[in-house]
């Protein structure tokens, strides 16, 4: 991989990722490699200001934070083809994201880390993403997790009624708080949260999860990655309905308005440093499953 030019994202409000990303630029920079600074947060994207001012995208970038983090970068590097290099730095779950400790990998310190990328010595991982499109404007937006479609007003019951077409195929109407519409990457997200199923970030495919349906009947569903939905409000004209991307605000749907959602022309690009990764045991690292942690016990002698 080639070095040139690097950003290094860090978490908003992380007084840790901020050190971290001033220690690296400072280490980046005895190398003569090119480096930009940047906060990101929800009040803070760097992106079209970084872009602007440093003339193209770069060769790699670091994010220094938690999933949240990691979310906005693919969100805008995806497109651009930008490898994305993540550190959980000041985050939480971080399931996107490497021990903070492969920052000082090897004996040499962060020196080994830059070698090592330069030297190839990384997998890429390919993640799906999603797009949504409305018919009330061109805007596309992006998302690495997913989609969700919520009650946009908090003065009246958080409920909302939501027709879903699949392939040109009503499938279903869901009256509930909502629906989640995610990718394997999100399935252990908001998702998750919902009742969800979880997937393998391998498998292409997109998950349809209804927010506390009314109905037993409305289940969660898994549909090929080639399925193209569709989604629209229903109801009074008071019953708006935001759409939220990743955890950011998208926009908001008038009932009658339509919201197609289909896999993004984009991956985003991750870059791997453990040789031999296995999400399963991030798996079970992260959630705290219970068997993982009777399996780590001592055998009594």
């Known amino acids: 991989m080639r070095l040139d030019t690097v950003w290094l994202i860090h978490r908003a409000a992380s007084q840790a990722a901020l050190r971290q990303a001033r220690r690296s630029a400072e280490t980046l920079r005895e190398q003569g490699v090119r480096v ?27 994010v220094l934070g938690g999933d949240g983090t990691v979310l906005g970068a693919a969100r805008h590097l995806a497109p651009l083809g930008v490898p994305i290099l993540c550190f959980n730095v000041g985050g939480h779950f971080g399931f996107l994201t490497h021990e903070r400790k492969l920052l000082s990998h090897g ?69 509930g708080d909502g629906l989640i519409i ?5 399935s252990t997200g908001y998702s998750m949260a919902a009742g969800g199923p979880i997937l393998h970030p391998g498998v292409e495919a997109i998950v349809v999860n209804p927010i506390c349906p009314m109905s037993l009947s409305s289940r969660p569903v898994v549909v090929p990655p080639r399925a193209q939905l569709a989604v629209w409000p229903l109801g009074e004209a008071s019953r708006r309905v935001r ?27 991750m870059v791997l440093l453990e040789q031999s990764p296995s999400y399963y045991r991030t798996l079970t690292r992260k959630l705290h499953w219970a068997g993982s942690l009777t399996a780590a016990e001592p055998s009594p002698n």
Request: charged share 30%; proline share 6%; net charge negative.
């Open 36 to 62: 930009a600074v940047a906060m990101s947060g929800a009040s803070a994207n760097p992106f079209p200001g970084l872009l602007a001012d440093e003339g193209g995208p770069p060769d790699l970038a670091v």
């Open 107 to 175: 004996g040499e310190g962060e020196q080994d880390l830059w070698q090592r990328l330069r030297d190839d010595r990384f997998a890429l991982e390919r993640r799906m993403m999603l797009e949504a499109r409305t018919d009330r404007s061109d805007a596309v937006y992006a998302a690495l997790n997913d989609f969700y479609f919520r009650p946009g007003l908090d003065e009246v019951s958080p409920t909302c009624v939501l027709e879903l077409e699949i392939d040109g195929e009503v499938v279903d109407q869901y009256r």
């Open 182 to 186: 995610s990718t394997a990457t999100g």
């Open 243 to 269: 759409l939220w991307n990743d955890g950011a605000h998208a926009t908001v749907l008038e009932p009658g308005d339509r919201c197609d959602v289909r896999r993004s022309p984009h991956h985003a690009l």
